[in-house]
Protein backbone atom coordinates (compact mmCIF):
# COMPACT_ATOMS: atom_id res chain seq x y z
CA UNK A 1 0.00 0.00 0.00
CA UNK A 2 2.68 2.37 0.70
CA UNK A 3 4.65 1.88 -2.42
CA UNK A 4 1.01 2.42 -4.25
CA UNK A 5 0.43 5.70 -2.02
CA UNK A 6 4.12 6.90 -3.43
CA UNK A 7 4.05 5.69 -6.81
CA UNK A 8 0.17 7.28 -7.19
CA UNK A 9 1.66 11.07 -5.56
CA UNK A 10 4.65 10.51 -7.91
CA UNK A 11 2.59 10.50 -11.34
CA UNK A 12 -0.36 13.13 -10.28
CA UNK A 13 2.61 15.20 -9.60
CA UNK A 14 4.54 14.52 -12.95
CA UNK A 15 1.38 14.61 -15.00
CA UNK A 16 0.10 18.17 -13.67
CA UNK A 17 3.46 19.16 -13.79
CA UNK A 18 3.21 18.51 -17.24
CA UNK A 19 -0.31 19.75 -18.53
CA UNK A 20 -0.68 22.60 -15.37
CA UNK A 21 2.69 24.29 -15.09
CA UNK A 22 1.90 27.10 -17.26
CA UNK A 23 5.59 27.24 -18.81
CA UNK A 24 5.26 23.19 -19.52
CA UNK A 25 2.27 23.63 -20.75
CA UNK A 26 2.79 25.91 -23.32
CA UNK A 27 5.56 24.25 -24.45
CA UNK A 28 3.98 20.99 -25.04
CA UNK A 29 0.93 22.68 -26.56
CA UNK A 30 -1.69 20.15 -24.69
CA UNK A 31 -4.28 22.84 -23.90
CA UNK A 32 -4.25 24.37 -27.16
CA UNK A 33 -4.57 20.72 -28.80
CA UNK A 34 -6.55 18.99 -26.73
CA UNK A 35 -9.04 21.83 -25.72
CA UNK A 36 -9.71 22.29 -29.21
CA UNK A 37 -10.25 18.84 -29.76
CA UNK A 38 -12.49 18.44 -26.91
CA UNK A 39 -15.37 21.47 -28.04
CA UNK A 40 -15.23 20.43 -31.03
CA UNK A 41 -16.09 17.02 -29.88
CA UNK A 42 -18.55 18.85 -27.65
CA UNK A 43 -20.24 20.98 -30.30
CA UNK A 44 -21.55 18.03 -32.20
CA UNK A 45 -22.75 16.87 -29.00
CA UNK A 46 -25.17 20.36 -28.11
CA UNK A 47 -25.60 20.66 -31.61
CA UNK A 48 -27.59 17.12 -30.95
CA UNK A 49 -29.42 18.90 -28.34
CA UNK A 50 -30.95 21.52 -30.66
CA UNK A 51 -28.72 24.27 -29.12
CA UNK A 52 -27.04 26.12 -32.49
CA UNK A 53 -23.47 26.21 -31.86
CA UNK A 54 -20.25 26.35 -33.31
CA UNK A 55 -16.24 25.68 -32.15
CA UNK A 56 -13.58 27.92 -32.77
CA UNK A 57 -10.26 26.83 -30.95
CA UNK A 58 -11.31 25.96 -27.62
CA UNK A 59 -14.66 28.47 -27.29
CA UNK A 60 -17.74 27.19 -27.88
CA UNK A 61 -19.98 29.70 -29.47
CA UNK A 62 -24.07 29.43 -28.21
CA UNK A 63 -26.37 31.80 -29.06
CA UNK A 64 -26.43 33.56 -25.98
CA UNK A 65 -23.09 32.94 -24.61
CA UNK A 66 -19.31 31.64 -25.29
CA UNK A 67 -17.74 29.01 -23.12
CA UNK A 68 -14.03 28.68 -23.52
CA UNK A 69 -12.43 24.90 -22.80
CA UNK A 70 -9.71 25.26 -20.35
CA UNK A 71 -7.88 22.85 -18.00
CA UNK A 72 -10.43 21.26 -15.50
CA UNK A 73 -12.84 22.01 -17.86
CA UNK A 74 -11.82 19.54 -20.63
CA UNK A 75 -11.91 16.28 -18.68
CA UNK A 76 -7.92 15.71 -18.45
CA UNK A 77 -7.95 16.25 -15.18
CA UNK A 78 -10.34 13.55 -14.15
CA UNK A 79 -8.53 11.35 -16.66
CA UNK A 80 -5.12 12.04 -15.08
CA UNK A 81 -6.54 11.53 -11.52
CA UNK A 82 -7.76 8.02 -12.88
CA UNK A 83 -4.57 6.82 -15.05
CA UNK A 84 -2.50 7.95 -12.01
CA UNK A 85 -3.95 4.88 -9.71
CA UNK A 86 -4.37 2.59 -12.63
CA UNK A 87 -0.27 2.90 -13.21
CA UNK A 88 0.32 2.75 -9.62
CA UNK A 89 -1.26 -0.10 -8.82
CA UNK A 90 1.03 -3.28 -8.66
CA UNK A 91 -0.91 -5.55 -11.95
CA UNK A 92 0.28 -6.54 -15.37
CA UNK A 93 0.95 -3.69 -18.15
CA UNK A 94 -1.69 -5.08 -20.33
CA UNK A 95 -4.54 -4.37 -18.18
CA UNK A 96 -2.91 -0.75 -17.15
CA UNK A 97 -2.86 -0.03 -20.92
CA UNK A 98 -6.38 -1.67 -21.97
CA UNK A 99 -7.96 -0.03 -18.29
CA UNK A 100 -6.35 3.30 -18.91
CA UNK A 101 -7.45 3.54 -22.48
CA UNK A 102 -10.82 2.50 -21.44
CA UNK A 103 -11.70 4.51 -18.56
CA UNK A 104 -9.90 7.57 -20.51
CA UNK A 105 -12.45 7.24 -23.30
CA UNK A 106 -15.61 6.87 -20.79
CA UNK A 107 -14.50 9.93 -18.69
CA UNK A 108 -14.23 12.01 -21.57
CA UNK A 109 -17.43 10.85 -22.68
CA UNK A 110 -18.89 11.74 -19.87
CA UNK A 111 -17.00 15.48 -19.82
CA UNK A 112 -18.20 15.65 -22.91
CA UNK A 113 -21.79 15.67 -21.72
CA UNK A 114 -21.02 17.63 -18.85
CA UNK A 115 -19.73 20.34 -21.28
CA UNK A 116 -23.23 19.79 -22.79
CA UNK A 117 -24.92 19.69 -19.66
CA UNK A 118 -23.64 23.18 -19.12
CA UNK A 119 -24.65 24.64 -22.38
CA UNK A 120 -28.17 23.61 -21.66
CA UNK A 121 -27.68 25.15 -18.69
CA UNK A 122 -26.28 28.54 -19.52
CA UNK A 123 -28.80 29.05 -22.40
CA UNK A 124 -31.85 27.64 -20.35
CA UNK A 125 -30.54 28.50 -16.69
CA UNK A 126 -27.98 30.61 -17.18
CA UNK A 127 -28.27 32.02 -13.00
CA UNK A 128 -27.46 28.11 -12.30
CA UNK A 129 -24.37 28.13 -14.76
CA UNK A 130 -21.57 28.85 -11.62
CA UNK A 131 -23.36 26.79 -9.28
CA UNK A 132 -23.17 23.96 -11.80
CA UNK A 133 -19.65 24.65 -13.37
CA UNK A 134 -17.57 25.24 -10.02
CA UNK A 135 -19.57 22.80 -7.83
CA UNK A 136 -22.14 20.27 -8.97
CA UNK A 137 -20.08 19.08 -12.61
CA UNK A 138 -16.77 19.25 -11.14
CA UNK A 139 -17.66 16.89 -8.36
CA UNK A 140 -19.46 14.51 -10.45
CA UNK A 141 -15.96 14.50 -12.62
CA UNK A 142 -13.68 13.55 -9.67
CA UNK A 143 -16.09 11.37 -8.36
CA UNK A 144 -16.92 9.16 -11.79
CA UNK A 145 -12.86 8.84 -12.09
CA UNK A 146 -12.59 7.50 -8.43
CA UNK A 147 -15.79 5.07 -9.36
CA UNK A 148 -13.69 4.04 -12.25
CA UNK A 149 -10.59 3.21 -10.70
CA UNK A 150 -12.51 1.18 -8.18
CA UNK A 151 -13.76 -0.71 -11.15
CA UNK A 152 -10.50 -1.33 -12.30
CA UNK A 153 -9.54 -2.49 -9.04
CA UNK A 154 -12.14 -4.94 -9.02
CA UNK A 155 -11.66 -5.93 -12.10
CA UNK A 156 -8.21 -6.57 -11.69
CA UNK A 157 -8.40 -8.22 -8.60
CA UNK A 158 -11.25 -10.47 -10.00
CA UNK A 159 -8.24 -11.34 -12.74
CA UNK A 160 -6.06 -12.16 -10.22
CA UNK A 161 -8.26 -14.38 -8.65
CA UNK A 162 -9.16 -16.46 -10.97
CA UNK A 163 -5.61 -17.35 -12.13
Not at 20 to 32: N, T
Not at 66 to 77: Q, R
Not at 118 to 145: N, R
Request: hydrophobic fraction near 55%; aromatic fraction near 16%; include cysteine.
Amino acid sequence: MKRFMTLYILYLAIAFFLVDFAPMREALHIESFYNSFIASLSASFIQMLGIAVTATNDTLHLPHADMIIKFGCNGLEAVLIYLAGVFAYPTKLKSKIIYGILGTVILEVINIARIALLAWTIEYYPKYFDLMHTYVTQSVMIVLAFLAFLFYLQRVSDAKTAA
